[in-house]
């Protein structure tokens, strides 16, 4: 192996490691191309098993770089890269350490980033729209949860539960949103993006395999009104671990049995089926939040339950600095409103949005909506007559509609960013039924990356079984015959898994159960635009940013390398002529135009139809599609759209209408 000392007389290797040098990457050069080793603190190199590490580390940097970087540091990485590929370049295990510290002071801290999953351009943007519960007013956890918690105990006592129940507690470790609850057996379901069941809980008890199977088929479940109901919102926490409880409570009771169908409990001639429960839950949970003293109670102790936090006004401040219009959306009543208005942004509150509507009623607001009436801000009451005028600047209106708001202020879709908690009424409608972009707050992205951080070791244990999966089928074909033995790596791949889980809390994850992704995850990724764990993270960002979402890459581009060297007549036959990106480039000058299309550009920046073509398309337009519903009609049989969070109109309306809620 050739000293540093010794390249000085290669020209051709003091090149690379002058470049390395100027990317500011702590690396040495050595004349000898032994691909795959790597350095160790003594100075020699270490056995090849080693590569791996390398090869791990190396897709590390690249990782810390997606999503925010510029064409110089891409420049120096890809070399960098190369470097490595090719053998040119050896990191010591400090010097990796200090590349990978480099690297990540590139980027802003994990708490204060923006998550991208399409491209986004603030400039772009000339209206910000922003709900306000569990949006611009963060509640605090686990208080917020405990008080909705206990008042919901407190009314299925008065509807003739029994008062043993209120010896119930909230757990916070417990609950994890966007879980279905089954009507039929009782059962709270993790469901991954196309209805596979990931995991399932009867009461306080985990399903075993056997017992999923042999209640749905295939480990199986569409998403059906009749049969599912989605538990995706942040209020759906305390009705989440309240279910679990009531099962477990009547499923152990002597006075109860379940039922042989599994359905339900019985006691004497008494039969309480789980849907019928769950039914009364979610109308002692309705009632809460519109009839009893939840709203008065947090106004008496706003600094309780409520987060201040002065990011607030220098946000919405710099976006109306900036020319920008904002405007508040939300589903409370104005005497809410205005009483947390006015304790996180002063008595002013209404001075820092253009608009201001309240009592909005979504999902409704996006699709049929109501009429816009006047608030009367001295007595919190409507003003007689349908506001029809243009929406005026300072004045605070009730109901409305997106399509009204739309014409009033003359919005296209994509001039409106609305940032919001709520997958369904916030995200999915805006999005699917009026263009808008979205911004999705998901608070619990605090705690998720902090296990995601912190659990490294974890992951990088399962990364290395999957390696020793792989590993022990690498060299086997449709010859072999002899079955290998994988049960040992499996087991140990299941145990990871589920200590992975733990560590996120008794559900597991938000986003994941082991390596797959769940349904919250799939409408995350398909109908917000952008994410963050609090949208005060927008003040880290200037108001020109260009959220540029990194390359989706399918299993073919992430499992495969740049250095592989294919072994097919197709690549062979390319090798011996022009490649096809030369071929292609030469065609494409043949053919160029003035306004030819890059896909790297926003849509926008190419769309530019006036107020008229967008009525014209409006007019076009279906007052409902199937999707309105969740479900599709074919061949006159009701089909699943796992697509659509969807939830029965009568709850629609009793969820949105007078509540705290998004």
């Excluded at 910000?128 to 949860?145: I, N």
């Excluded at 994941?512 to 880290?540: E, K, P, W």
């Amino acid at each position: 192996m050739e000293r540093a000392d010794s390249i000085a007389q290669k020209p051709y290797k003091r090149a690379t490691e002058q470049r390395v040098k100027n990317g500011n990457y702590q690396a040495i050069s050595y004349g000898k191309r032994t691909r795959g080793k790597v350095v160790s603190e003594s100075g020699e190199i270490s056995p090849q098993k080693e590569a791996e590490s390398l090869r791990v580390t190396k897709c590390k940097i690249w990782e810390s770089f997606r999503g925010e970087t510029s064409r110089i540091d891409i420049v120096r990485l890809l070399f960098f890269s190369i470097s490595l590929d090719f053998g040119l370049v050896y990191l010591s295990r400090d010097s990796l350490a200090m590349t990978i510290e480099e690297i990540a002071q590139h980027k802003r801290a994990p708490e204060h980033r923006v998550f991208v999953n399409r491209s986004l351009r603030l400039e772009k943007i000339k209206f910000f729209g922003f709900d306000m519960d569990y949006t611009l007013a963060e509640y605090k956890s686990p208080e917020m949860e405990i008080l909705a918690f206990d008042l919901t105990l407190q009314r299925l006592c008065h509807i003739g539960y029994p008062k043993e129940i209120l010896s119930f507690k909230y757990d916070p470790i417990f609950p994890v949103r966007g879980l279905w609850f089954d009507y039929l057996y009782g059962n709270l379901l993790k469901i991954d993006g196309f209805g596979n069941i990931l995991m399932g809980m009867h009461g306080l008890k985990f399903l075993k395999t056997q017992d999923i199977e042999e209640m749905y088929p295939n480990k199986f479940i569409q998403l059906s009104e009749t049969r599912v109901f989605v538990l995706n919102t942040l209020f759906n926490l305390p009705e989440t671990h309240v279910i679990a409880q009531l099962v477990d409570y009547f499923d152990k009771h002597p006075d109860f049995k379940q039922n042989a169908e599994k359905t339900g409990i019985k006691g004497g001639d008494m039969l309480m089926s789980y849907k019928s429960i769950f039914q009364d839950l979610r109308n002692a949970v309705d009632w809460v939040h519109m009839n009893s003293t939840m709203k008065y109670t947090i106004m008496e102790n706003l600094e309780k339950y409520v987060k201040k936090d002065p990011r607030t006004a220098q946000m919405l401040g710099g976006m109306r600095e900036s020319g920008r219009k904002t405007f508040l959306l939300t589903n409370s009543d104005y005497e809410y409103t205005n009483a947390v208005m006015t304790y996180i942004l002063g008595k002013d509150w209404n001075s820092f949005f253009h608009l201001t509507i309240v009592d909005a009623r979504k999902p409704s607001f996006f699709a049929e909506g109501t009429t816009f009436r006047e608030v009367d801000p001295s007595t919190g009451a409507l003003k007689l007559g349908v506001h029809t005028g243009p929406l005026r600047e300072g004045v605070i209106y009730s109901g409305g509609s997106c399509e009204a708001f739309r014409k009033m202020v003359k919005a296209r879709g994509k001039d409106v960013l609305y940032v919001g908690d709520h997958i369904f009424g916030d995200v999915l409608r805006s999005k699917k039924t009026r263009g808008w972009r979205t911004f999705l707050v998901v608070p619990e992205l605090d705690h998720e990356l902090s296990v995601w951080t912190e659990g490294r070791p974890l992951f990088e244990e399962l990364g290395g079984l999957d390696n020793q999966l792989a590993d022990i089928y690498k060299n086997l074909d449709a010859s072999a015959t002899v079955k290998p033995e994988i049960h040992s790596v499996l087991q140990s791949i299941r145990k990871i898994s589920h200590e992975m889980d733990q560590e996120y809390g008794v559900l597991g994850s938000l986003f994941r159960s082991g390596s797959r992704t769940t349904f919250f995850a799939s409408q995350v990724m398909r109908y917000a635009d952008i994410y963050a764990s609090t949208c005060l993270n927008l003040v880290h960002y200037p108001n020109f940013y260009f959220f540029r979402a990194p390359m989706q890459l399918m299993p073919h581009e992430s499992t495969v390398d740049h250095y592989s060297v294919l072994q097919t007549e197709k690549a062979a036959q390319f090798r011996r002529q022009d490649s096809v990106g030369h071929q292609v480039r030469g065609w494409s000058k043949k053919t160029a135009t003035e306004n030819e299309y890059f896909p790297e550009e926003e849509e926008e920046d190419v769309s530019n139809e006036s107020s008229d073509i967008d009525e014209l398309h409006s007019a076009r337009r279906p007052e409902k599609s199937p999707s309105d519903t969740g479900l599709q009609q074919l061949d006159g049989e009701a089909v699943c759209d796992t697509d659509v969070v969807s939830m029965p109109p009568a709850q629609v309306d009793r969820d949105h209408l007078n509540r705290v809620s998004q």
